[in-house]
Each structure stands twice: as C-alpha cells, then as structure tokens.
C-alpha cells in the first residue's frame, strides 16, 4: 500500500479561558469577543465560532445512544420513558387510521 500523507486545512485553534462559573452561553459570547478582537488585529481568510454538540439522557447524564429500533442504550428509566412515548405514538397512530 502506498499512503500519501498530506497536511490540509490549516487553522489556528483558539479557545476562551474558562472560568468556573462559565457556561456555554457564556463561552460561545467569548468567543465571538475574541473573534472580533483578532479580525481587528489582523488579515485573516476565515474566522468562525464552532462548537460541538451532544446529546446526553436527561436521566442519567450518560452520552446518547440508541439501537436501529431507537430503544435508548444507557439506562432503565430512559427506556421506560422510550417504551411510554413508543406506545403514545401507537395510539396516534391506531386513530389516524
Ligand atoms: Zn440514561
């Protein structure tokens, strides 16, 4: 196998200081300070306030997950909660017919 190893979309990382009473809200405002303070210092090709999102059970905090079937994957309660919404669903879906 002959692998080409290339070097693309350069960029500079940049990220607020984060203080312990910070929020996101609160981070992504930062952000945008420290983005207009570089575009004013300096020519730059594109600058932008970028941020991840997750998804998390509102039961017990872990990271979302759910097989082909949607049945979440972390905990009882979220299951239970899927199960209840699953059956509603089928109800609506028994009356539209
Ligand atoms: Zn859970």
């Given amino acids: 196998m002959a692998k080409i190893i290339s070097k693309e979309d350069i960029r500079v990382v940049v990220y607020p200081i984060i203080g312990y009473r910070s ?8 952000c945008k300070e420290i983005q207009k303070n570089i ?19 509102e039961f017990c905090g872990f990271v979302w997950e759910e097989a082909n079937s ?4 972390c905990c009882p309660k979220a299951v239970k909660e ?15 017919k």
Avoid: A, F, Q, S
């Fill in 23 to 30: 929020t996101p809200d609160k981070e992504i405002e930062d």
């Fill in 39 to 57: 575009r004013r210092h300096i020519d730059v090709g594109k600058i932008e306030v970028r941020w991840n999102t997750i998804e998390r059970c």
């Fill in 70 to 73: 949607g049945r979440p994957l």
């Fill in 82 to 96: 899927w199960e209840k919404e699953e059956k509603e669903e089928e109800e609506v879906r028994k009356c539209l």
